[in-house]
Antibody, heavy 118, light 110 residues
Framework: EVQLVESGGGLVQPGGSLRLSCAAS????????MSWVRQAPGKGLEWVAY????????YHVDSVKGRFTISRDNAKNSLYLQMSSLRAEDTAIYYC???????????WGQGTLVTVSS | EIVLTQSPGTLSLSPGERATLFCRAS???????LAWYQQKPGQAPRLLIS???SRATGIPDRFSGSGSGTDFTLTISRLEPEDFAVYYC???????????FGQGTKVEIK
């Protein structure tokens, strides 16, 4: 059974930093693209970042470029999102997601809430 | 950037009725990279359809996807009580890699 378990969310002040983690199990992590997707309260879904299976390629949505960095540790079956210079508009539930066929997000974690507020 | 526009915003239907949800792209999208998701309150999204028409594992056959180019459709043949939720379409672009979602269609009980 595929499991993705996020952690690291919480309340942070504007300009602060936070590191999200995602523990993966039940599939071959080192063969899978992985992504972060977020959802602001009461809003739709927004893709945030993606990383190739061997970390040789990463991409981030324009709104977080230069502030967020996706990474992975295949030895630990873990995905990360380092977030800095956080803004109020980054407040959202952040989901870890596995990319499958057609680059679709075929499995999702339960999400971790990040709140940016003073 | 490709923009996906879903319609209608809200669909009010009764159990047993047919639901037809639309997703229009601002430019042509490869069918291989068009997906649909279901999200219920307080839950993570769930993949329903990938490649425009392929049901994900465990998805009932009352869900079907179709379309090509700029116009895609998700059909729920007979609504079950558990199908009332928000549905999102999503596309993937390869150069550079990026994913965009539609704004969602809420299917509510009439």
């Amino acid at each position: 059974e595929v499991q993705l378990v996020e952690s690291g969310g919480g309340l942070v002040q504007p300009g602060g930093s936070l590191r999200l983690s995602c523990a993966a199990s039940g599939f071959t992590f080192n063969r899978s693209w992985m992504s972060w997707v977020r959802q602001a309260p009461g809003k739709g879904l927004e893709w945030v970042a993606y990383i190739k299976q061997d970390a040789s390629e990463t991409y981030h949505v324009d709104s977080v470029k230069g502030r967020f960095t996706i990474s992975r540790d295949n030895a630990k079956n873990s995905l990360y999102l380092q977030m800095s210079s956080l803004r109020a508009e980054d407040t959202a539930i952040y989901y870890c997601a596995k990319n499958g066929a057609g680059a679709a997000f075929d499995f999702w974690g339960q999400g971790t809430l990040v709140t940016v507020s003073s | 950037e490709i923009v996906l526009t879903q319609s209608p915003g809200t669909l009010s239907l009764s159990p047993g009725e047919r639901a037809t949800l639309f997703c229009r792209a601002s430019q042509s999208v490869s069918s291989s990279y068009l997906a649909w998701y279901q999200q219920k309150p307080g839950q993570a999204p769930r993949l329903l359809i990938s490649g425009a028409s392929s049901r994900a594992t465990g998805i009932p056959d009352r869900f079907s996807g179709s379309g090509s180019g700029t116009d895609f459709t998700l059909t729920i043949s007979r609504l079950e009580p558990e199908d009332f939720a928000v549905y999102y379409c999503q596309q993937y672009g390869r150069s550079p890699p990026g994913w965009t979602f539609g704004q969602g269609t809420k299917v509510e009980i009439k």
